[in-house]
């Protein structure tokens, strides 16, 4: 017990580190590089005046240590600040686009899981037999395909052969859910199909490798059926890693998103952080790449938890 | 054994049994090649051979845990008179475990490293149709004290990674054990330990084997292993039996030239030849003072170990042209004393005085001893590039056909790359290494663990030499004890990180006073004696 | 053992197979990614039409002997645009994976070597580095900096770099234990000598997939970039931006969609299929060991 506190209060401490480092890096590239932010967010245009306003109104006029610690705790109490293009508070953007990313993402997960796991189990039963080929080079290729490459071509597939095209149409959850689960439904299988091979090939070579390791030969010694020895055995090792990997999928999977609802019209994050970029909203970016990030950071914190909770050797370390 | 011994006397019987594996070159490769063997029930019964002789391939096709890939050409195997080659797989699978038990050679990785020793106990109960949780819990912790923890309520809740090899051994062993089988498999179930714990693990084999009636299959390589534990031995080549019979007799008085051959190579003190190493004069200013040092990872800031110390109070001197052993169990300290005394780890405690001396260092693992992606002439330049000593083309290459000659390597052998090396070569060019710097102490970690018997010899030899030419003064670390016993002048004994007794070889050998020297020397002995030794 | 030779000579009929798996696919992705060099290699010379040259009378021109790939929304000849695109995807990824290479090898190499707090400081930027999906990192620094190649490549570069980071942090862990860096240790070699000489030629085997997956890797985000809009500026141009002008024609203009998108997934697929043969033929003890 005491080593599972030690080992998750010293995850805490790099949890909280990385924490730190990663909003520093954004406040950097807002506040820092730039140089002159506010001339940098209106263009070349501006008047003097304009800019001394602007300036005034984020508060670059005060210390940059200051404005770091400011624009830190603005970002814990969900005070993003006023989104200078749009005149709104940048958080309430935020709100009212969440539920399409995190929607998609979820789906995404969902799938990628979902298909992945039978595949590899199957795929590994007989390694390189017909079924494990078909799969290895379906893999390989859904692997290289980008996915907003992959929508087009779903999207040109759908529309042509089957008649079929729903794109660009969106409901919001609260009105229409079925709806709303509808319109994520194929971007959220074009963001997965790429993932779903890149972790059956991992969970493929890593059930192989399980499987040829000692201990199960202990348990065949045992007299373990086949079932419980891939059950009990098998499956639990292959998830000490897989873990890992599937969090760094998942990240991949935020990101992938972003450019995904562009194809398909959807009104997410990805849309909001283009708009941004394009009228220089440095408020609204600066707020959405920290929460973006902040959302990876967690994502490796639960994936590090999970795998103390599974391998006790990690405890130890 | 009177309830089945209407069915017959032998618990195993083979019959004209062959095995194939598919091969790339020769279509299907004969492994098993009519092989005929029977054993008695209650024995224990050995089989021995190199490496690649098909002993393992016997036991795995007895409890049918051959890969999938094997094929059997024809012949059966009776078990209790039973052919288990007719039997259904599913029934077959449930005679593993219960009639038979299997344990391999890894302790350290053949228990799942995410179980809890209850579950991965509990699981070849339940496995077994088991069902009551208190029945399993009671049947576990009564086999645990059999096999000798004398707390198993602690061991209950342990994982693998908290246990040593011996106690992992112990638990395999518990595990193979639990529903009493009538036949025990140990595949070379002592080759990953160290001497003190081999005997241990065989004692216990031997006393369960008395106590619960288990007959024993047991294959190894190490004819001193098989030669003190088995009634019965069984030598084997190329897939078939050669010779068979009661141990003392196969072992004394071997009928066959293979017999003779493989006993020849098992002790290294039948091929040593009669080199001898000088004598230190103990007036002479010592190369080497150690006084009261302490040493381990310290937490420095570029250093990945926490603070730890391994050896404490350390105090020796070594003397020029001294050969000085350095004996010990596994994790008694042994390595980090080499190492700090070469300078990778600095004393945390105490003073170490090296009077002005080029230390060379010779590892245990011919493996990687030398850098895979560098040929052995960039080896043997590298040390004097890194001591920056200049030498002018021609005296570079004088130098090099010099030492290559020293170390009895065909200076053609410098443009080979490590793979293209045997592991006796590979060690002889780690001392060929040392060589070209002229050291005055070398200091030999185990260099004889992983090479057989001849190479063994010829490394041995050629260390005699460089002690004769050079007067070079070696430090032996070894848990060999014969090798120690034959070479060493004084020799000190390690144990849990101290230094427990040293003196004149003759002395520690013949009247040692610590108990580490004691479990040492009497593990050796019986090691060297017949089976009724073990107790 | 026995066993273990028995092992041998089953995994040696998988090691065939495996090994006529991983040459296939060298040569295969060898062919691929030659295809796409090839056409680079036409294009400095040679192409059809003017890439950019726009003509009003030749709009969304379907294939045809004069067009062979059709023409786009503007007229531009889609064969030409493609021929000329392929550069900025071979610049692109190899000079970002360069960058990458060098910043991942200074982390990598030391932080292995030398452990400690300064490991965990250099893990802990790497970590926070790989914290921002990588796309968003490079759109940043395109937001900040503005949208021109040198950016792209140098975001690009630094998002890349604790993958290979990481890859030689870990072989250098596992090798700075082996004997004949702790002898090298012993003779006192100089530290960057010993990174350098003594354990990189070791780490190739794990390096050069990396970097090849690597390469795919960043020109897929390259072509997601300019699908963004944010890469290579019009009117050059580059398979996403081409990709992204299409999308309002999914329908009705179907090979402004499948031409430029095949090129794409050749390249891409070429390095993949170049990665997998490199890992699966090393992989089989080759050097090490």
């Known amino acids: 017990m005491r080593e599972n506190l030690k080992f998750i209060l010293t995850k805490a401490v790099e949890f909280i580190l990385t924490l730190l480092v990663v909003s520093f890096f954004t406040f950097a590239a807002f506040s820092i590089l730039p140089g002159d932010t506010a001339s940098v967010i209106l263009g070349p245009e501006a008047t003097p005046e304009q800019i001394d306003s602007l300036r005034q109104e984020l508060g670059l006029d005060k210390p940059m240590v200051e404005q770091y610690l400011n624009w830190l705790a603005g970002t814990f109490s969900g005070n993003l600040g006023q989104s200078t293009a749009f005149n709104v508070p940048v958080s309430s953007l935020i709100a009212q686009r969440l539920p399409v990313t995190l929607g998609m993402c979820a789906l995404a997960l969902i799938i990628v899981i979902g298909v992945s796991y039978p595949m590899a189990i199957l795929s590994s039963r007989k390694p390189f037999h017909l079924a494990d080929q078909v799969f290895s080079i379906i893999g390989h290729i859904a692997f290289a395909i980008p996915p907003f490459v992959l929508s087009l071509l779903l999207i040109l597939l759908f529309s042509n052969l089957f008649g079929y095209f729903a794109v660009g149409q969106y409901y919001a959850p609260t009105d229409n859910f079925g709806g709303y689960l509808n319109s994520l439904l194929l971007p959220s299988v074009c963001i997965a199909i790429p ?88 408020p609204l970016l600066s707020g959405m790449v920290f929460y973006l990030a902040l959302a990876t950071v967690i994502i490796y914190f639960v994936a590090d938890i999970l795998n103390n909770l599974v391998d006790p050797r990690m405890r130890l370390k | 054994m009177n309830k089945s011994s209407s069915k017959s006397v032998n618990i195993i019987e083979i019959k004209d049994f062959s095995l194939c594996f598919p091969s790339k070159t020769e279509g299907m490769k004969p492994v098993l090649n009519k092989l005929n063997l029977s054993i008695k029930r209650g024995s224990i019964f050995g089989v021995t051979g190199n490496s690649g002789c098909g002993k393992t391939m016997t036991a795995m096709s007895i409890a049918s845990l051959l890969p999938k890939e094997a094929s059997i050409q024809g012949g059966d195997i009776l078990f209790n008179g039973q052919s288990l080659l007719s039997m259904d797989p599913h029934s077959r699978r449930l005679l593993l475990g219960d009639k038979i038990g299997v344990i391999f050679q890894e302790p350290m990785s053949a228990l799942d490293p995410l179980m809890r020793i209850e579950a991965a106990l509990g699981e070849v109960l339940i496995s077994h149709g088991v069902k009551d949780k208190n029945e399993i819990r009671s049947k576990i912790m009564e086999m645990l004290k059999v096999v000798g923890f004398k707390n198993p309520d602690a061991i209950l809740n342990r994982y693998p990674h908290q246990l040593s090899g011996g106690q992992r051994q112990r638990i395999l062993i518990a595990g193979a054990a639990l529903l009493k089988p009538s036949l025990l498999i140990c595949d070379e179930p002592t080759s990953a330990l160290d001497t003190v714990t081999t005997i241990s693990i065989l004692e216990l084999l031997r006393s369960m084997s008395i106590s619960m009636g288990i007959t024993m299959l047991f294959i190894s390589h190490d004819l001193n292993v098989v030669g003190c534990f088995c009634d019965y031995v069984a030598v084997m080549k190329d897939g078939a039996i050669i010779e068979k019979g009661i141990t003392s007799r196969v072992l004394r008085s071997p009928q066959t030239p293979y017999t003779l051959s493989l006993l020849r190579k098992s002790r290294l003190d039948n091929v040593l030849s009669n080199d001898f190493f000088l004598k230190p004069n103990y007036s002479e200013t010592p190369l080497l003072e150690v006084s009261n040092m302490s040493s381990g990872y310290d937490g420095r800031l570029f250093s990945r170990q926490k603070h730890a110390n391994v050896i404490h109070d350390i105090s020796f001197k070594m003397y020029p042209k001294e050969v000085l052993g350095v004996i010990g169990g596994s994790g008694c300290g042994k390595t980090t004393l080499a190492k700090t005394i070469c300078g990778l780890l600095t004393p945390t405690a105490g003073t170490m005085l090296l009077n002005d001396v080029i230390i060379g260092v010779v590892f245990q693992d011919p493996a990687s001893c030398l850098n895979p992606s560098h040929n052995i002439l960039w080896h043997l330049l590298e040390p004097l590039k890194a001591k920056k000593i200049k030498l002018s083309k021609l005296e570079t290459r004088e130098l090099l056909i010099a030492t290559m000659k020293e170390v009895n390597l065909k200076p053609s052998y410098l443009l080979r790359y490590p793979h293209q090396l045997s592991g006796g070569q590979r060690q002889r060019v780690a001392i060929a290494m040392c060589l070209i710097l002229k050291p005055k102490l070398i200091i030999a970690d185990e260099p004889f663990s992983s090479l057989d018997a001849s190479s063994a010899a010829n490394v041995l030899s050629l260390l005699s030499s460089i002690n004769h030419k050079y007067n070079t003064a070696i430090l032996l670390i070894s848990h060999n004890l014969h090798i120690v016993s034959k070479v060493a002048s004084r020799v000190m004994v390690m144990d849990s990180g101290t230094i427990v007794e040293s003196g004149q070889l003759s002395e520690v050998f013949a009247s040692p006073s610590s108990q580490a020297a004691k479990d040492l020397l009497e593990a050796e002995r019986k090691l060297n004696s017949n089976p009724n030794a073990l107790s | 053992m026995a066993d273990r030779k028995a092992k041998l000579s089953t995994s040696k009929v998988n090691v065939k197979l495996t090994s006529d798996l991983g040459r296939i696919s060298f040569v295969v992705g060898a062919c691929m990614l030659g295809f796409v060099f090839l056409v680079f290699l036409i294009s400095v010379f040679y192409t059809p039409y003017n890439p950019n040259m726009t003509d009003a009378s030749n709009i969304l021109k379907a294939p ?203 390249y891409i697929l070429g390095l993949y299929f170049i990665s997998e043969g490199v890992r699966i033929r090393t992989s089989r003890g080759g050097t090490i060991e």
């Not at chain 3, 062979?68 to 000329?84: A, K």
């Not at chain 3, 290579?232 to 931006?241: F, H, L, N, T």
Request: proline content about 4%; hydrophobic content about 55%; some cysteine.
């Open chain 1, 195 to 282: 993932k779903i091979a890149m972790i059956f090939k991992f969970l493929r070579s890593s059930i192989i490798t399980e499987k040829a390791s000692d201990y199960i030969k202990t348990s065949k010694a045992h007299g373990l059926s086949d079932f419980s020895i891939l059950i009990r055995h098998v499956l639990p090792n292959t998830n000490v890693s897989a873990i890992t990997v599937v969090s760094i999928v998942l990240s991949d999977i935020i990101g992938g998103s972003l450019i995904v609802e562009q194809v398909f019209n959807l009104p997410g994050l990805g849309r909001l952080l283009l708009m941004g970029i394009s009228r220089r909203d440095f």
């Open chain 3, 64 to 266: 045809s002997f004069e067009h062979l790939f059709g023409t786009d929304h503007l007229g531009r000849d889609v064969l030409s645009r493609i021929m000329s695109a392929s550069k900025y995807t071979i610049f692109v990824s190899f000079a970002g994976i360069a960058i990458a290479l060098v910043l991942g090898m200074l982390m990598g190499l030391t932080a292995g070597y030398w452990g400690g707090i300064y490991d965990k400081a250099i893990m802990l930027l790497s970590n926070s580095i790989m914290c921002f999906p990588g796309i968003l990192l490079a759109l940043v620094a395109v937001a900040v900096f503005g949208s021109s190649m040198l950016n792209v490549v140098f975001a690009l570069g630094i998002v890349f770099s604790p993958s290979f980071a990481r890859v030689l942090r870990t072989g250098t862990i596992a090798i700075s234990n082996r004997e004949y860096i702790l002898h090298a240790k012993i003779l006192k070699v100089n530290p960057f000598r010993i990174m350098v000489v003594h354990i990189l030629p070791n780490l190739l085997t794990a390096l050069i997939p990396a970097v090849v997956i690597g390469l795919a890797n960043m020109t897929l985000f390259e072509s997601a970039m300019s699908f963004l809009g944010l890469g290579v500026q019009p009117p050059a141009a580059s398979y996403g931006k081409m990709l992204s002008d299409a999308q309002s024609y999914v329908t009705t203009s179907p090979w402004l969609i499948v031409f430029p998108a095949f090129m794409l997934i050749l």
